[in-house]
């Protein structure tokens, strides 16, 4: 996600981890995840009966279920970052048309790994949630003194992820509002955020709140390369990448 921050600054400290660290560390678990959500499950959903009882369909599936719970702690560190880059970034209209446009040049190769078709509008992909969220810290901007209307904002973007059926739909904005409410706090901030994480992945044992670990290591720097159009195009290159390993090897 977007950060324009110098080398060290108010808000920043030696040792520790650098954004872009961060980002490597989410892209990586991300695409362990995809690897069991959009290879191994549609293989072992297609050998299920062949392979109901057997000793390596197990291993796989096991395989499955660690790679999909290792995969939990990238969205917390992809929601961290978008904040971070709300607030230091020069132009957040730009920042938005970014995530705006690679949210669309995602949601091909999406749909195909996930749904096996070219275009599904029944679900949407990670960019549109962070888009929505990053359209709701902009509201939130606007009336920061006024709780009335910064609950109203953070309601329609819960309802917006909603209807539009995005990955993580409320629990990803109000992880976002979250972490962008206690961001001068960082005790409070890792404590809300990693509470919040652990309830939305109840069912992989809490597994997000590992990524509060790395970001609670987090020095405020960018990192020494300028690898922004990197992690953009990492989503929609690794889904289609794989896409075609699908085609390969399940079918």
């Not at 992820?161 to 960082?186: P, Q, T």
């Amino acid at each position: 996600m977007e950060q324009t921050l110098p080398k060290y600054g108010a808000n920043q400290r030696s040792g520790g981890i650098s954004g872009n660290t961060l980002k490597m560390i989410a892209i990586i678990t991300m695409l362990i995840d995809h690897i069991g959500a959009g290879v191994m499950e549609p293989y072992l959903s297609m050998n299920m009966g062949a392979m109901d009882g057997n000793e390596m369909f197990n291993r796989l599936y096991y395989l499955d279920r660690s790679l999909r719970i290792i995969g939990r702690v990238a969205f917390p560190i992809f929601c961290f970052l978008l904040v971070e880059g709300f607030l230091h970034t020069r132009d957040v209209k730009k920042y938005g048309s970014r995530l705006l446009l690679f949210s669309l040049i995602s949601e091909v190769p999406f749909d195909l790994i996930f749904f096996n078709t070219w275009f599904y509008p029944g679900y949407q992909n990670v960019y549109i949630t962070l888009f929505i969220g990053l359209v709701v810290l902009a509201g939130y901007r606007r009336c920061e003194y006024d709780v009335v209307k910064k609950m109203l904002v953070a309601a329609a973007g819960c309802a917006a992820a909603y209807l539009l059926r995005c990955d993580y739909d409320i629990s990803g904005i109000v992880m976002i509002v979250i972490l962008y409410e206690f961001h001068n706090n960082k005790y409070y901030q890792m404590l809300a955020g990693g509470l919040m994480a652990a309830i939305e992945s109840i069912i992989a044992f809490g597994a997000a709140a590992l990524a509060f670990i790395p970001i609670s290591m987090y020095n405020g720097t960018r990192g020494r390369m300028n690898l922004k159009y990197f992690f953009y195009w990492f989503y929609p290159v690794h889904l289609m990448v794989l896409y075609l390993i699908q085609l390969l090897v399940v079918r």
